[in-house]
C-alpha cells in the first residue's frame, strides 16, 4: 500500500490544502476509489477511469472545498444533504474526513445509490446514508446546507431544495468558472453572498463555490 502511486498524490494534496488525514484515513479514502473502481466496470458510475485521474479529479477536487466548509461551520456538527451525488461526491469524501458531520447522498439513478449504500457498508460510515429518490420527492430532516456538485442551473437547485433547509441553513454550489449568467437568473428570494475561488492540487482547471441562502 505504502509504494500506491495514488496514496503519495492524496497525501501531497492533502498537505496543500492544510487538512490533516492519517495512515487509517488515508486507507479509508483509497478504500472508496478501489470501490468505485470496481463498480465503474459494471455501472459506469464516473467517466474517469485512471486511478491518478480519481485522485485529483474525485478526492482533491471534493476536499478542496472542506476548509471553506470548516470556516463557515467552525466546528459545529451539521447535517448535509448532497443532491444529485452520483457516486458520493462529494457526500462521501466529507463523510469520511468529518465523521461529525451528518451527510446524506441523494441521487434520482438506482445504482448509485446503490453503490453509496455498498460504500456505507463496506467502510462502516455511520454517519452517511443514501437514498434513491428525486430530491424535490425526498422527505428528511431539515438540514443545515445543501451541496451540490454538477447537479443543476443555481436557479433550479435552490427552488428543487428550498423545502429541505432549516432556518439560517444555505446552499453551497460547486462550480467550474463562476456562473454569472446562472447568478443573474436567480429569484429575487435567492441570494449570492459569497463567491469563492477554488484551486484543486494537481488540476489546472477553474473551480469555485457559490454560496447561497434564501432572502
Known amino acids: 500500500m505504502s509504494n ?19 495512515d487509517v484515513l488515508l486507507d479509508r479514502l483509497l478504500a472508496y476509489l478501489d470501490l468505485l473502481q470496481k463498480w465503474n466496470r459494471a455501472y459506469n458510475l464516473s467517466a474517469v477511469r485512471d486511478p ?9 477536487d471534493c476536499l478542496a472545498a472542506l476548509p471553506a466548509l470548516d470556516r463557515h461551520l467552525q466546528g459545529r456538527e451539521a447535517r448535509i444533504l448532497d443532491v444529485g451525488s452520483g457516486a458520493g461526491l462529494p457526500g ?3 463523510a469520511l474526513m468529518r465523521p461529525n458531520w451528518a451527510v446524506c447522498c441523494v441521487d434520482a439513478v438506482a ?3 446503490s453503490f453509496v449504500r455498498q460504500v456505507v457498508g463496506e467502510l462502516a460510515l ?4 443514501s437514498e434513491h429518490a428525486r430530491v424535490e420527492q425526498l422527505r428528511l430532516p431539515l438540514v443545515d446546507l445543501v451541496v451540490s456538485r454538477a447537479f443543476a442551473s443555481l436557479a433550479d437547485f ?21 456562473p ?7 429569484p429575487a428570494d435567492v441570494s449570492v453572498f459569497h463567491v469563492e475561488p477554488l484551486q484543486v492540487p494537481g488540476l489546472d482547471a ?10
Open 180 to 186: 454569472d449568467d446562472e447568478i443573474a437568473a436567480l
Open 126 to 129: 455511520r454517519n452517511l446514508q
Open 52 to 60: 491518478q485521474q480519481m485522485v485529483r479529479q474525485h478526492l482533491l
Open 92 to 94: 462521501v469524501v466529507w
Open 111 to 113: 445504482k448509485k445509490a
Open 158 to 178: 435552490t427552488a428543487l431544495t428550498r423545502q429541505h433547509l432549516s432556518p439560517g441553513g444555505c446552499w453551497l454550489a460547486m462550480k467550474g468558472k463562476v
Open 206 to 215: 477553474q473551480r469555485c463555490l457559490i454560496w447561497l441562502r434564501p432572502n
Open 4 to 22: 500506491d502511486p495514488r496514496r503519495a498524490a492524496l497525501r501531497c494534496g492533502l498537505e496543500a490544502l492544510s487538512l490533516l488525514a492519517d
